[in-house]
């Protein structure tokens, strides 16, 4: 197989119609586009969802659930992922320098998924733990400073 033989499926690829060449072209005088109406004319359309003054259905139907501005700030960091950097003293630099935690990241919590080895410790208060994740970092040989700023 060549690149230059390359060729699309048969049936695949429809020749483009050309329309408004004549009646007995297929496509003559209203080119498919039906009899007056603002799709008919040039430059008649609106924008997605108009429906013609009717309440278009993004507005119909109700909104559901709730976004809070906060998440895109805050961060959930599993055991596994402390295993990703490579210093002994963990802050939230330590974090977005590992790539484990979003550049915007304001707060990170670590919690108990996974398993961590090494002994690390967990320092400045924006980083905190679970009572499940701060017994498997103390019992890895590791501590959390939580008052302490990085």
């Known amino acids: 197989m060549r690149l230059n033989t390359l060729k699309p499926a048969a049936?695949?690829?429809r020749p483009r119609l050309r329309v408004g060449r004549g009646a007995s072209a297929g496509q003559g005088k209203t080119c498919g586009k039906g009899g007056k109406g603002q799709k008919a004319r040039k430059g008649g359309y609106h924008k997605v969802g108009f429906?013609?003054?009717?309440?278009?259905l993004q507005r119909r139907l109700p909104k559901v659930g709730f976004r809070s501005a906060m998440h895109a700030t805050r961060a959930e960091v599993t055991l596994t992922d402390l295993t990703k950097v490579k210093a002994d003293v963990i802050d939230l630099a330590a974090l977005i320098a590992a790539s484990?935690?979003?550049l915007?990241?304001?707060?990170?919590?670590v919690i108990?998924?996974?398993?961590i080895a090494r002994a690390v410790t967990l320092r400045g208060p924006a980083v905190r733990?679970?009572?499940g994740a701060r017994a498997a970092i103390e019992q890895?040989?590791?501590k959390i400073e939580e008052?302490?700023?990085?």
Do not use: D, F, Y
């Open 104 to 109: 915007q990241t304001e707060k990170a919590k």
């Open 147 to 150: 008052g302490v700023a990085a």
């Open 129 to 131: 733990a679970t009572k």
């Open 140 to 142: 890895a040989g590791g």
């Open 11 to 13: 049936g695949s690829k």
């Open 100 to 102: 484990v935690v979003p």
């Open 112 to 115: 108990l998924s996974g398993s």
């Open 51 to 56: 429906e013609g003054g009717q309440v278009p």
